[in-house]
């Protein structure tokens, strides 16, 4: 395993996480990623694959073995055949010459598939990545909508005794009693769903790495730690380098070297065949010499070339067709992040001072008999709501910035092969 991938940072945020964590109780993104990129069986078996792709070139490059055969005549018939007296035997070596440098242009066409595979499995690698990073930071926001739940609940709790101490000096009926137990089992159900929800998203986690059960108690990350991303303009000069360019490039070498393939195949290959003949009735021996040259090569080989030569013709508009659907997306996403920036903002600066200005209003209010038990509800649950939509935004934010590091490459190299 490459271990520069295990420096690959795709969140700057996580970089902030303590570096002594103890991963059996705290989990970072870089331990998460040094995981995977070790023990995720897809990768594993990436490395049997390519290994599998190099014996394949050495295989294509090998030229047409040599050939022996037995050849036995005018024997077992009848009348003077009947017998083996009249037997002709000959023993011949045969070897086919490939004309055109076959073999070393199907060595060439195995090498870029190989190429090719190997763009793929970093696209792969850089897929899992993302994909790692994404459930991370789903555990980063389970683990907050789980203490936000917790919260919710000692809310609950406290409206409980509130109303009860309004029963009980009569400044409230029995009926709020009910309606505050109604709420306390739904927040209650709310606190079990965030644990479940927690529990799944952690498992998913760990099985990136083979794992069937999560090892971690917790994921450490500052969740709310948004660097403003690069310029658009900037990141959309970064899109050559994007997996799925790379691979076009990748694609057309080995569409020129199919041609050249192709083209090599109208000239015939010679089988040529030497060899010894006795004959029993004289006991003497002759050498046998033999050509095989098969005509109409050029006509039978056009078809094949004209196929590859076509096909190459349409790989620039593939390209280029799938340059501008990744400059959408790149536009698309950096939006996204950039709204995901703002909303954060707005609800952390503005949104949730308010509402935990006008809940504390509420709360006195209420004590007081200025307000109602369903409007402090509703103060609690805009609070509540508040905190977790920031939570939200934030995930996204992280989301969105794994997907431009996927769009762009970022962090990944691919050997030479740009």
Not at 366 to 376: F, I, T
């Amino acid at each position: 395993m490459r271990q520069w991938y295990a420096c690959l940072m795709f969140i700057p945020l996580f970089t902030a996480c303590a570096a002594e964590a103890d991963s059996r109780t705290m989990l970072t993104l870089d331990q998460a990623i040094i995981s995977v990129l070790e023990r995720n069986p897809m990768l594993k078996a990436a490395d049997y694959e390519a290994k599998a792709a190099a014996e394949r070139i050495r295989a294509a490059q090998l030229t047409p073995a040599f050939r022996t055969s037995l050849e036995l005549e005018n024997f077992g018939g009848s009348g003077i055949h009947s017998g083996s007296d009249l037997l002709e035997s000959t023993l011949s070596l045969s070897k086919v010459l490939e004309l055109g440098g076959k073999a070393g242009l199907r060595g060439d066409v195995a090498r870029n598939k190989a190429l090719l595979l190997r763009n793929e499995q970093d696209a792969q690698r850089l897929d899992l990545l993302v994909e790692v990073t994404k459930r991370f930071v789903q555990v980063v926001a389970d683990q907050e909508r789980l203490a936000l739940a917790k919260h919710t609940l000692k809310l609950a709790k406290k409206n409980n005794k509130a109303v009860q101490l309004r029963v009980n000096a009569g400044k409230s009926a029995n009926t709020e009693l009910r309606y505050v137990g109604i709420s306390l089992a739904k927040t209650q159900l709310e606190l079990e769903h965030a644990r479940h929800a927690l529990a799944t998203s952690r498992l998913k986690l760990a099985t990136m790495w083979g794992d069937k059960t999560a090892e971690f108690i917790e994921a450490k990350a500052a969740l709310f730690a948004l660097d403003p991303p690069a310029t658009f303009e900037s990141l959309a000069q970064q899109l050559e380098r994007s997996p799925d360019l790379v691979r076009f490039a990748t694609e057309q070498r080995l569409a020129r070297t199919q041609i050249q393939l192709a083209r090599s195949r109208r000239k015939a290959d010679i089988e040529i065949a030497g060899g010894l003949r006795h004959f029993n009735f004289t006991d003497d021996t002759g050498l046998v010499v033999s050509l095989d040259i098969p005509l109409g090569n050029r006509s039978r080989a056009a078809p094949k070339v004209d196929e590859e030569e076509w096909n190459s013709q349409r790989q620039p508009y593939d390209l280029e067709q799938r340059r501008l659907e990744l400059h959408a997306t790149l536009f698309e996403v950096h939006q996204e992040i950039q709204h995901a920036i703002d909303a954060v903002s707005i609800y952390r600066d503005t949104i949730i001072p308010l509402s935990a200005s006008a809940l504390k209003d509420y709360e006195k209010g209420y004590n007081a008999g200025r307000y109602s038990l369903l409007e402090l509800f509703v103060a609690q649950r805009t609070l509540i709501d508040a905190k977790l939509e920031a939570v939200m935004a934030a995930a996204d934010y992280h989301r969105y910035r794994s997907e431009i590091d996927r769009l762009t490459g970022a962090g990944l190299s691919f050997g030479g092969h740009q």
